[in-house]
């Protein structure tokens, strides 16, 4: 069966420093990969999507970026976080145009 | 676009039934529901897909009418389980939409005993 990983599960760090959240899918190859950000009490936004290794679509425009080093690695990262980078993160994997799973998803507060 | 959600929030018995509807602007696809409880991640519901073609748990229904881009959940015979926030993701119909959803802003739904 199928799992996904993220790291770390809460994270706490000061305005301008960087930022690396990890996510990991077993049990599937080539799947869809997601980041998701969600504000406290508010709905899921897309961040980024990809295909396949090394190909990234960015959703919104802001100081965050994203990379896929490996089939079923996903890494979000940022050089300078903002006290509006805070919030609840989700990696999602979906096999093609399906459902998609999530991970446990990353708390990040910035202050 | 976002799709719009309604009822905002729902407010039930044990055993009472209850619809969310989502209405999406665009062509779409595919509309897919999740129920997310406090703190924790989205859990996969549904998938309704252009054509009929339908995917889920055996105890939720729901329905999709392609030329209105609405959709319908219903929860029938609600046990306290049900509780938590309930989101459409919409995917539309353009290439450019492929595998991507975009999420309503969620309907919390409480279940009393």
């Given at each position: 069966s199928q799992t996904i990983h993220q790291w770390p599960a809460t994270l706490v760090q000061p305005v301008g420093s960087p930022l690396s959240l990890e996510c990991t899918v077993e049990g599937t190859s080539n799947p869809n990969l997601y980041w998701y950000r969600q504000a406290a009490g508010r709905g899921l936004q897309l961040l980024f999507y990809s295909v396949g290794i090394g190909q990234i679509s960015s959703e919104v425009p802001q100081n965050l970026s994203a990379s896929?080093?490996?089939?079923r690695q996903f890494i979000l990262s940022s050089k300078k976080l903002l006290l509006s980078d805070s919030g609840f993160y989700l990696c999602a994997w979906a096999g093609g145009r399906s459902e998609q799973f999530f991970g446990p998803g990353t708390r990040l507060t910035v202050l | 676009q976002q799709p719009v959600q309604s009822p905002q929030a729902v407010i039930l018995r044990e055993g009472e039934d209850a619809v969310i509807n989502c209405s999406s602007s665009k062509a779409l696809y595919s509309v897919h529901w999740y129920r997310q409880k406090h703190g924790e991640a989205p859990v996969f519901l549904m998938i309704l897909l252009k054509g009929g073609e339908q995917k889920g748990h055996d105890k939720i229904s729901a329905s999709f009418n392609e030329k209105k881009q609405q959709s319908s959940l219903y929860l029938t015979a609600s046990q306290l389980s049900y509780s938590g926030t309930y989101f459409c993701g919409t995917e539309g119909a353009g290439g450019t939409s492929y595998g991507k959803l975009t999420f309503g802003q969620g309907t919390i739904l409480t279940v009393h005993p």
């Open positions: 896929r080093p490996q089939d | -």
